[in-house]
Structures are given as structure tokens and as C-alpha cells.
């Protein structure tokens, strides 16, 4: 299974903006889709953005639809969420998911690997 580290997260006010990084090891990620899956206290786990293999294909919550960007690189192993005209409701652990030779489901189930999150908190 491919190892995730996510990075990025922290404290942004309302409306601002943050990228979140999700660097993988142990495998090469052009055969996983990825996901980003985020939870806040309290709340049910929440898929937010996925992406498939090749990076041609994206799926989004419409929570985010908008606002939200999900990108790879796959030369870095890496994968990205671009959080643009951050909410209040946005705060919670963001996780980043693998799914190996998935195609970039909205289905959080699909996801076998996991990060152990990165926290994004919005100050309103």
C-alpha cells in the first residue's frame, strides 16, 4: 500500500485561501485516483474531491463545487487542494486517500490508503 503525508493545514480567515499537499511513497500514484476526505467533530466523514489516475477526470461535493481545486503531479508524486473563499463549515481534518487503479470516485468506501489528515481551521 502507498504511504500518505499530508501538509498545508492550518489557521486562514474566512474568504482567504490555502493549499493542501498530499505526498506519497512506497508505490507511483499515476495508478491510484486520489481523494480528499475531510471530517470535523462531531460531523460524518465527508469525501470533498477526487481525482483520477491521469488527472483528467475530477469529482466534487457540492459543498465545494467552485471553490475547491483538486490537482496531481505525478513526476512529484504529489497531489493538491487548492481551498479558495474559505467558510467557517470548512474547518475540520482534511485526510488525503488512495484507491489503486480506481476511477476517481465520489465513493469514500472505494479508498484503502489513508493519510493521517492535516487540520484546516477557518476563523471567521
Known amino acids: 500500500q502507498v504511504q500518505l503525508i499530508e501538509s498545508g493545514g492550518g489557521l486562514v480567515q474566512a474568504g482567504g485561501s490555502l493549499r493542501l499537499s498530499c505526498a506519497a511513497s512506497g508505490g507511483t500514484i499515476n495508478t491510484y485516483a486520489m481523494a480528499w476526505v475531510r471530517q470535523a467533530p462531531g460531523k460524518e466523514r465527508e469525501l470533498e474531491a477526487a481525482?483520477?489516475?491521469?488527472?483528467?477526470?475530477?469529482v466534487y461535493a457540492n459543498t465545494v463545487k467552485g471553490r475547491f481545486t483538486i490537482s496531481r503531479d505525478n513526476t512529484k508524486n504529489t497531489v493538491y487542494l487548492q481551498m479558495n473563499s474559505v467558510k467557517a463549515e470548512d474547518t475540520a481534518v482534511y485526510c488525503c486517500?488512495?484507491?489503486?487503479w480506481g476511477p476517481g470516485s465520489g465513493d469514500s468506501r472505494r479508498y484503502d490508503s489513508w493519510g493521517q489528515g492535516t487540520q484546516v481551521t477557518v476563523s471567521s
Open positions: 486517500a488512495a484507491d489503486r
Open positions: 481525482i483520477n489516475g491521469s488527472g483528467g477526470n475530477t
